[in-house]
């Protein structure tokens, strides 16, 4: 389980909670008949905490109380009570032996909650043809979460770089030679608050008997999430100034022709590991960081509009003035404010916290001797942002015919300003290939990327940026009957596409090449076609028709209902990889596979091993970025029927019964495919090495019955 960190043997058990409570009030005033208020205060607290139930088997002591660099201590915006302040640090070993223990505890102790406060007032008004409604909506909402590992970790494995090495992490362990050292310089707790505040008009306007109008406009003031304890930073340009930018210690050759680390300014020789790292005094290491909330600049990194509006439409007329045919129509806009892990993940950036890193030291002196730190990878929120906004519309027809409602409709939306990442510090296009940026010590390999970035100082650095679109467009088509003369059923199809650039708000779009042209596809919840019945049935009672009274124990008082589902498989796209490791495009972003035909095959030619045409397929060549789009193949499809049949015997009175109930899902034991391999992997020839490519790799759950008695009195 995550809590428990990395450690792979019983040293003590970590106590888990997840508490929670919450409190609602809720007062309804009736002025008049036409006339109604309604207020709601909800209060919520969850927590979520995790430590060790024995703190002595895990306390500091218990290794000799190995020094810290940077010793944390209780205080304000700082979780560490006294009793958990001093574990034991993450302790690695690793090359040899095989399978070795580790100690590394989780993020302990731990500590997160939730805090809501939420006010709700509503005021409805009867108005001649008018259904008058508006209202406000207010919530406080914050969160606590610790962060950083201020305990320290230790590792003694293997490395041939280090000349004490003894070829055995646990020898090195008790020699005290030491791998690597590295400790945050504190522990950064997040302290984050926001505020949503909301308010509306809306209209129900029946203009004729036949003909309805909805309208309602909301407005929305959602500020960006700040942090109180000022624990969050982002890179700003406007701020970094080149002349500033830190020295990295340079590969080199020593006297004996050993790779070492070189300080570029005094020419010192340093061990190999620090190579990339920051020569100590040289530049500033946060060059161009600000602090939120710090000397006037954004208090969530980012700035938004104070006032968004989200306009709502709807209407239904009454096509032919008998109630049994409608027109329906409606368009919404919605805004909505970007999950809380955007703004974490800034969360200890530099300046905040560091964390150093010793090389090749010992547990004597590694105490005074300090660590290096070199580029950080950010990922960060900047700049004056759009709302994520949301537009729902749909027109559709409804028809009454006996007693089931037969209804065809398009429905669509369109998604703006999403949240993607984008970095703005990639190495050039194919620059590992240049020549200007090859290691003299390593012929025919490059430096490593962060010599030739265009932000010196800086490894990636990934905005979170409020860029995305997406779109859904649908037909819509379902009958529904209710339940008369023992039946009730369902019928719904939908045929559809879901596009976009990403799907999610961890996904990144291309660095080099236009989103729209290089990102966009169907995305990975997209289903083409989706076919669903669902269905209740009172069978017909024969010993009732028949008259036979003895036999109504067997024949009579049966149902069945069911589930029945066929949908399209999920999108994917073929991956490669290739048996020699080459770099083939020499840039920050990786190749997509080439294609060179339709990769689709017809059913009759599918088999359990061959799924797509894979002949279509090749190795993309050097200083190429391959032709694959974005989701070109699907995956396999639902085929699943769960079906439920019970029977009810009467004891006497309509009360008092026996219900025998079986439930089958995937009843017909159906295979289904759920997943299969799409990767490829080439050798230098071009040939694909994977002989499974194609094939299915898994698939869903296999018949399962239900079984149950129940007796009702």
């Known amino acids: 389980m995550w809590v428990n960190g990395g450690i792979n043997f019983l040293l003590t058990p970590v106590r888990f909670g997840q508490p929670g409570k919450g409190h ?83 993020n302990v102790p731990y500590l997160n909650y939730n805090d809501i406060y939420s006010f709700v007032n509503n005021v409805s008004k009867v108005w001649r043809t008018h259904n008058l409604k508006v209202g406000i909506y207010v919530e406080r909402t914050g969160k606590f979460q610790v962060g950083g590992n201020y305990r320290g970790a230790f590792s003694f494995s293997r490395d041939t770089n280090n000349p004490q090495d003894t070829g055995h992490s646990y020898a090195n362990a008790l020699l005290g030679i030491v791998t690597s050292y590295s400790e945050a310089t504190k522990r950064v707790d997040g302290d984050w608050w926001f505020w949503n505040i909301e308010w509306f008009i809306q209209d129900n306007w029946r203009v004729t008997p036949r003909f309805t ?50 300080d570029p300014i005094s020419g010192t020789l340093a061990p190999t590991p620090l190579i990339g790292l920051f020569v100590p005094g040289s530049g500033d290491f946060a060059n161009g960081m600000k602090v939120g909330g710090v000397d006037g600049y954004p208090p969530g990194l980012y700035t938004t509009s104070w006032l968004a509006l989200g306009p709502r439409f709807g209407f239904a007329y009454d096509l032919f003035g008998n109630g049994r045919t409608a027109l329906r129509g409606g368009f919404g806009m919605f805004k909505d404010r970007p999950q809380g892990n955007p703004t974490f993940y800034a969360n200890g950036n530099p300046p905040i916290a560091y964390t150093p890193t010793l090389y090749h030291g010992n547990l004597d002196t590694y105490a005074t001797g300090g660590g290096a730190v070199g580029p950080s990878s950010l990922l960060i929120l900047l700049g004056d942002n759009k709302h994520a906004t949301t537009m729902n519309y749909s027109f559709g027809i409804q028809h009454q015919i006996w007693n089931t409602r037969v209804e065809a409709a398009y429905v669509g939306g369109l998604s703006r300003h999403l949240i993607i990442r984008r970095n703005l510090n990639p190495i050039p296009l194919f620059g590992r290939f240049d020549p200007a940026n090859a290691d003299p010590t390593r012929p025919g390999s490059p430096l490593p990327d962060n010599f030739f970035r265009p932000i010196k100082g800086y490894a990636d650095i990934n905005l979170q940026e409020f860029a995305a679109n997406s779109n859904y467009n649908s037909l819509q088509v379902s009958a529904n009957r209710r339940f008369v003369k023992g039946l009730q059923f369902g019928v719904a199809y939908t045929f559809s596409k879901a596009l976009g650039v990403v799907g999610d708000d961890y996904s990144s779009v291309s660095p080099y090449f236009p989103a729209r042209k290089w990102n966009y596809g169907p995305l990975a919840w997209d289903r083409s076609q989706v076919f669903v019945v669902n269905y209740f049935y009172d069978l017909p009672k024969v010993a009732e028709r028949l008259g036979v009274r003895p036999l109504r124990w067997v024949l009579d008082d049966w149902q069945i209902s069911g589930i029945t589902s066929f949908i399209s498989g999920g999108p994917f796209t073929p991956s490669f990889s290739t048996t020699d490791g080459q770099d083939i495009t020499g840039s920050t972003e990786g190749a997509r596979i080439t294609v060179v035909g339709d990769p689709k095959l017809d059913k009759s030619q599918k088999t359990f091993y061959r799924n797509f045409n894979t002949d279509v397929f090749r190795r993309t060549p050097q200083r190429d970025f391959g032709n694959c789009g974005v989701n070109i193949l699907r995956g396999p499809g639902v085929n699943n029927w769960d079906i439920a049949i019970s029977k009810r015997v009467p004891l006497g009175a309509e009360q008092r019964y026996i219900q025998f109930r079986t439930e089958l899902f995937n009843a017909w034991n159906h295979t289904q495919f759920s997943g299969l391999d799409s990767s490829f992997r080439f050798n230098p020839q071009g040939v694909n090495q994977n002989a499974n490519t194609g094939a299915y790799t898994s698939a869903r759950p296999p018949r399962i019955i239900q079984l149950s008695l129940r007796i009702a009195f």
């Open 213 to 262: 109008l909805d309208l309602g406009l909301r407005f929305y003031h959602s500020p960006p999430m700040e942090d109180l304890n000022r624990t969050i930073a982002t890179f700003d340009p406007k701020y970094y100034n080149p002349a500033k930018a830190p020295a990295l210690y340079q590969p080199a050759l020593d006297s004996t022709g050993r790779r070492v680390a070189r």
């Open 24 to 106: 609602v009030v809720n007062i309804t005033k009736t002025f008049s008949p036409t006339l109604i208020n309604e207020f709601i205060f909800g209060k919520s607290r969850n927590n979520l905490y995790f430590d060790p139930v024995d703190k002595q088997a895990v306390d500091r002591s218990r290794m000799g109380n190995p020094p810290q660099w940077f010793k944390d201590t209780a205080g304000p915006g700082t979780y560490l009570p006294a009793a958990s302040s001093n574990y034991i640090p993450n302790v690695a070993f690793g090359g040899q032996p095989a399978n070795t223990v580790n100690s590394g505890l989780g």
